[in-house]
């Protein structure tokens, strides 16, 4: 039988794609991940990367992997129940759960990894699942593996979230978790952990975040958007791959008794190699440095470069989406033209990418900026000004 169909249709479905200005390159860095790097054999500004605290190529982050390379060894070659558990693993458990003011944690070997194991082995058919509309991939596909009933409401609409409540309680759910971003990766909007606290009081549900893009640098010491919002909450799913090193790897913290249901139920742990060492020693390195007075002054650095930022785009005509969040969302909405301003950036000096569907809906694409403590004013400047030059040459202001 020809499978010539199947290649076919693969070809006209990259093509079509291509067509509509879809398409994401993938533009290949020649340096450590920092607020300049090397793209193309040329020094360029980068607005695009997670790297919050300025970590991702600080050089201390790098010794402590090194480190940690050489005592533990690359990997474990084994999942962590059978032969893969190291004291370096059950170290940084404990100092992320410590950091983050909770019991335990346990580790995955991705964020998304995290979010597809939280459910399926906590909640069955029995009980409901309250997702806000605008949540990461990975909690929508971990919520699909799950058999619980699913409800969704309005992003940060505490009256649609109170109505789906009132649903699941009706439809007699046993128990009710309440998922959320703590900070919305397309849009840098906080979610209202202050009024979802209250809400889920009432009838009595859970409530898990998400705070990859939160955990480092908001709230005090940057435990995070629950500790921005001053509540508590039951679980939170994060990652050492953006603001704690810039690696990878992800965990889930909660109460000792869920996790260690999690490590002997959740699938992309019980059938996942153990979490790198070199990550491990990374991780807790990027810990000590963000829970600390040097934490504190490079949150304040990074708070102000989202504000001057900002403010400077906004004067010289750019839709941007409102926010404190050092994710800054500059508005074009068609996918060809982001794409044709992300290249034209690019050849001005700054690296930025253009996002469009599937990433975000239909109609709105952007350029998602991200700042980091580790730019300086000048840096803020160069990229008001290229990103001037060009949405003045494309018609955008």
């Known amino acids: 039988m020809s499978t010539a169909s199947f290649h076919d249709r693969v070809a006209a479905e990259l093509s079509d794609i291509a067509d509509q200005g879809l398409t994401k390159p993938e533009r290949v860095i020649q340096s450590r991940q920092g607020p300049v790097i090397e793209v193309s054999g040329r020094q360029v500004l980068n607005f695009c990367a997670n790297n919050y605290l300025g970590l991702g190529g600080d050089q201390r982050i790098v010794d402590a992997a090194n480190a940690a390379t050489q005592r533990w060894g690359g990997g474990t070659a084994s999942v962590r129940f059978i ?147 001053r509540v508590k909450v039951d679980f939170v799913t994060g990652t050492f791959g953006k603001a704690l090193g810039g690696a990878m790897g992800g965990f889930i913290c909660a109460t000792k008794p869920v996790v260690e249901l999690l490590k002997q139920r959740a699938r992309p742990y019980l059938f996942s190699n153990a979490l790198a060492p070199s990550v491990c020693g990374a991780s ?45 969302p500059v508005m074009l909405g068609d996918a060809k033209l982001a794409q044709d301003f992300a290249a034209r950036m690019l050849e001005l000096g700054v690296y930025v990418i253009g996002f469009s569907f599937p990433v975000v809906p239909r109609g709105q694409a952007r350029i998602r900026t991200q700042m980091s403590a580790a730019h300086t004013f000048e840096h803020i400047d160069q990229a008001v000004a290229a990103f001037t030059t060009a949405g003045r040459e494309l018609g955008v202001v």
């Open 83 to 229: 032969c893969g558990t190291l004291e370096i693993h059950k170290e940084l458990e404990r100092a992320i759960a410590d950091y983050l003011g909770f019991e335990d944690t346990i580790l995955f070997a991705a964020a998304f990894d995290a979010n597809g194991g939280l459910f399926e082995p906590l909640f069955g058919p029995e009980d409901a699942i309250v997702s806000d509309s605008l949540n990461h991939a990975s909690i929508i596909d971990g919520v699909r593996l799950c058999k619980a009933k699913r409800y969704r409401y309005a992003t940060s609409d505490m009256a649609d979230l109170e109505a789906q409540l009132k649903q699941a309680r009706a439809d007699g759910a046993r128990d009710i978790i309440i998922a959320t971003d703590g900070a919305f990766s397309m849009d840098g909007y906080i979610a209202k952990l202050d009024e979802i606290r209250a809400i889920a009081d009432r009838y009595d549900a859970l409530i898990m975040v998400d705070d990859c893009h939160a955990t480092g640098f908001l709230g005090p010491q940057g435990r995070g958007s629950y500790a921005h919002c």
């Open 284 to 328: 807790l390195e990027a810990i000590r440095i963000a829970q600390g007075a040097e934490g504190d002054a490079l949150r304040t650095q990074l708070f102000a470069n989202a504000e001057r930022f900002r403010g400077a785009m906004q004067a010289a005509g750019f839709d941007l989406l409102p926010g404190q969040h050092p994710i800054i």
